[in-house]
């Protein structure tokens, strides 16, 4: 080879890499005023925070731990580069489509079912289901142990009407398996225009072989509160949700029952998926007096926060029962551990659904959003709800059969321990004593076993 070709290859060798160097470093810079602006511009933007829990702003700006020049994206771009020079079908290849496809991978890895990303349109979606009336079948689900559950059927609704029962796991929608799919999209894969229908395949406790339910999708509109007098002088109320016009009428159900002079109240939270928080306060603020009713634990953003019940609840004397089980969740769950750990009352039912985290919902520039965990909830003795729920004082769990034929022996047992003479007092000095087993715990193996009698587990983003 001549010595002229030897000498150029020489020097190709040692330009090349000062010529790459160079490159990287100038696109770096330019990446991390990218990443510096976007973080100003995301600072001074309002924050939207998810309404079902909390129903506030974020008291900060998002800036970033993490410096652009400290993370190797070498490997995204390669792989990047490869398919963008190999792949087959090259007019199928849709950057956004790319770009949204590497930030859902960004945050599956968190492996947190409640954290997702959305894209402008799931956005705009997701946004219609919180502000009232929604399209859908009106069941609460989540994932536990990666398996999509059902929380419980909305009261009325086309899930509860077509069968749906609470602790049911879905493991195909429309025929197609879910069992790698994000909560996320299951939820908006269910959803659907009203007279259309969705078949799931259904998981059931009890059931040897999985069973399909069809649903007629409709506009999804619960009753928030029902309620009754029981045995002349005990007031039953049914709350399937703390919705926005809960707390006036809870106040107008007061208002009447207050008169008939109750010996006690009983509050049913059975299937009740969570809802506002405010409206949670305000709720159990008629029981308890300047009472901590529960507490954030916040992560880097410092989101740590104690909320009081008001003075002058209408039940401050009232003794109340509080009725539980698997599909209690969320909003449900904070008022019956404020009612346990204040002392207030008694928890009969089944353990809780274990839904205990704080999510907020941040747009993105480009109208897509992120719906990212900030914190968890803590009953007053700080206990976290999330995974561990609220274990009652009593465990009592409904059959499905008893269901079908209209046999409550949780309502049964609250009633029971009204009518009896001071059994009422006994039971709650009796469950307040402090050897007594705490009522939030984390569970056991045992807890999942329906034959031992100890609380069951099985286990909130809404449907």
């Not at 939270?269 to 949670?280: A, D, F, I, K, Y």
């Not at 989101?303 to 969740?329: C, Q, R, W, Y």
């Not at 985290?357 to 709800?385: C, F, M, Y």
Request: charged share 25%.
């Amino acid at each position: 080879m001549p010595h002229y070709q030897r000498n150029i290859r020489f020097i190709w060798f040692l330009v090349l890499p000062i010529i790459s160097f160079l490159l990287g470093w100038t696109f770096s810079q330019k990446s991390h005023q990218e990443q510096k602006n976007l973080h100003e511009n995301l600072g001074k933007e309002s924050v939207t925070i998810n309404k079902l829990l909390p129903e506030t702003t974020l008291p900060f700006s998002l800036k970033s731990k993490t410096d652009p020049k400290d993370v190797d994206l070498s490997t995204l771009w390669e792989t990047w580069n490869t398919i963008d020079s190999t792949y087959l079908r090259q007019n199928e290849l849709d950057t956004k489509k790319q770009i949204y496809g590497a930030i859902h991978g960004l945050v599956d890895s968190l492996g947190d079912p409640h954290t997702n990303f959305l894209t402008p349109e799931e956005t705009e979606e997701f946004n219609s289901s919180i502000d009232g009336e929604f399209q859908g079948i009106g069941a609460e689900i989540s994932k536990k142990d990666g398996k999509l559950v059902i929380i419980a059927p909305l009261k009325n609704s086309p899930a509860e009407q077509a069968g749906i029962k609470a602790g049911d796991e879905i493991i195909t929608i429309n025929e197609e398996l879910v069992f790698d799919w994000s909560l996320l999209d299951a939820v908006l894969k269910i959803r659907g225009e009203k007279g259309t229908k969705v078949v799931l395949g259904i998981r059931r406790k009890g059931e040897k072989k999985p069973i399909d339910i069809t649903i007629v999708r409709d506009t999804v509109t619960s009753p928030t509160v029902t309620w009754e007098m029981k045995n002349d002088h005990i007031v039953y109320v049914e709350i399937s949700k703390f919705g926005t016009d809960l707390t006036k009428e809870f106040r107008k159900m007061l208002d009447e029952a207050l008169l008939k002079s109750p010996k006690g109240v009983i509050i049913d939270l059975r299937n009740n998926g969570g809802g506002l928080l405010n409206t949670c306060l305000e709720v159990t603020s008629e029981f308890l007096d300047k009472a901590l009713i529960v507490s954030t634990k916040g992560g880097t953003i410092g989101m740590n926060e104690k909320h009081f019940a008001t003075s002058g609840g209408a039940l401050l004397d009232i003794p109340v029962i509080v009725l539980v089980n698997k599909g209690s969740a969320s909003a449900s769950e904070i008022f019956a551990g404020a009612i346990a750990d204040n002392k207030r009352g008694l928890i009969l039912g089944e353990n809780t659904f274990g839904k205990g985290t704080v999510q907020s919902l941040i747009e993105l520039r480009d109208g897509s959003s992120l719906k990212v965990t900030i914190a968890e909830w803590l009953t007053p003795n700080e206990h976290s709800i999330q995974d561990n729920g609220i274990i009652p004082h009593e465990t009592i769990e409904q059959t499905i059969e008893q269901m079908e034929q209209d046999v409550d022996p949780v309502l049964d047992r609250a009633l029971k321990i009204f009518e009896t003479d001071n059994e009422y007092d006994s039971l709650l000095k009796k469950y307040n004593d402090p050897k007594a087993k705490t009522v939030v715990e984390p569970l056991t193996e045992n807890a999942e076993n329906p034959e031992k009698e100890a609380p069951q587990p099985p286990k909130k983003d809404e449907q």
